[in-house]
């Protein structure tokens, strides 16, 4: 098993930016890729960005590109998410997870743990 808490979120005006921390604790050493998904309000969970652990390989969802960077620090067994020039319809919250098995995948179905989330609200 392995333990993901997220950090950073909060409330900040549109054009703002906000920086995510997720760190993660025990069997880290399986740990292949991790991502980041967020929810909004009646929507479903959506994939936002993806980072293998060893070779830090990147991948975005469209709506992110551009804007979001994600990122890890090996040996703090920390993941982040910087984001900039934040709109609205980024208010979501936003999940942490990882995945044990080859692969970056944009479905949640395909991870293996998820954090409790943090939020994340931009104000017009």
């Not at 025990?26 to 060893?54: C, D, H, L, N």
């Not at 044990?100 to 991870?111: N, V």
Request: one cysteine or more; charged letters at 15%.
């Amino acid at each position: 098993q392995v333990q993901l808490v997220e950090s950073g979120g909060g409330l900040v005006q549109a054009g703002g930016s906000l920086r995510l921390s997720c760190a993660a604790s025990g069997r880290t050493f399986s740990i292949y890729t991790m991502a980041w998904f967020r929810q909004a309000p009646g929507k479903e969970r959506a994939f936002v960005a993806a980072i293998t652990w060893s070779g830090g390989n990147t991948y975005y969802a469209d709506s992110v590109k551009g804007r979001f960077t994600i990122s890890r620090d090996n040996a703090k067994n920390t993941m982040y998410l910087q984001m900039n020039s934040l709109k609205p319809e980024d208010t979501a919250v936003y999940y942490c997870a990882a995945r044990f098995t080859r692969g970056i995948p944009i479905i949640q179905r395909e991870y293996d743990g998820w954090g409790q989330g943090t939020q994340v609200t931009v104000s017009s």
